[in-house]
């Protein structure tokens, strides 16, 4: 069966530096658009951002030009870099596939941003 396991959360200082992946297994991730989504205590879930197959990416207002999507289709891996840190970048990290009408999420990895 298809499983997306997010990975590499923690915790780092405002203006910081993260790094977290999504793997998949079970699939091939070069047929899948691939979207982050992020979601903290209290809120409802936001796009982060998307890599589509094609290597086209998008951005919310919210991180574009401190946050970068990339793919590694040979080693079925998304990543997230995410730069400039800031406390209102704290929250749970999700991965989500899409093929057609079909959809996998991950459980989601923590990222805290605090002094």
């Known amino acids: 069966q298809v499983q997306l396991v997010e990975s590499g959360g923690g915790s780092v200082h405002p203006g910081g530096s993260l790094t977290i992946s999504c793997a998949i297994s079970g699939s091939y991730i070069g047929i899948y658009d691939m979207t982050w989504y992020r979601q903290a205590p209290g809120e409802q879930r936001e796009l982060v951002g998307s890599?589509?197959?094609?290597?086209?990416?998008n951005y919310a207002d919210s991180v574009k030009g401190r946050f970068t999507i990339s793919r590694d289709n040979a080693k079925n891996m998304v990543y997230l870099q995410m730069h400039s840190l800031k406390p209102e970048d704290t929250a749970v990290y999700s991965c989500k596939a899409a093929w057609g009408y079909y959809t996998y999420w991950g459980q989601g990895t923590q990222v805290t941003v605090s002094s």
């Open positions: 890599i589509m197959t094609t290597g086209t990416t």
